[in-house]
């Protein structure tokens, strides 16, 4: 076969492509028995050829079209995770310490309210740790903090001891 056929043939299989029909291939011995003649099983290489051919092109036009949804389906994941991604919450962090810590030993509870340098726009979390303790070594340890009436703007923090404790001192960070 020349190559002005194949070329032929491509254009046909082309034009089938584009109007999203499949066309129709007939070996050239279609008169004769021949049932071995299907789907290019036959000895008849040139149409075999030609069935290929246009079949191979169909099916790289099914997963090109598959091919192309995924692609839509990504770019519209992409889209939305940018607009999800453009409307987060801004992080942000203040830090600071309060207590005391003197001796003679101070008087417990100490309560104090902590407001913010900024307000959040909304509640935010806030987390503590006890940095320093200071108390007499004759009685049991003793001690109480705790973080309340969080808010926006600010919150209280209180720490305590109770019981026999003598504690001079005590903060958190």
Known sequence: MNITIYILLLAVAAASSISGQSPRVTPKNEGQNNASCVRGTCSCSESCLTWNIVEQLFTEKSKRVEMENTIKDMKSAISALETQMSTEKKFRCEAGQLGKHVKPAPSWPLSQTITFKTAFQEKPIVTYGLYL???????????????????NTGFQVKLNTWADRTMFGARVS
């Open 133 to 151: 303790l200071d108390a007499a070594y004759t009685a049991n340890l003793r001690v109480f903090t705790e973080a309340t009436n969080v808010t």
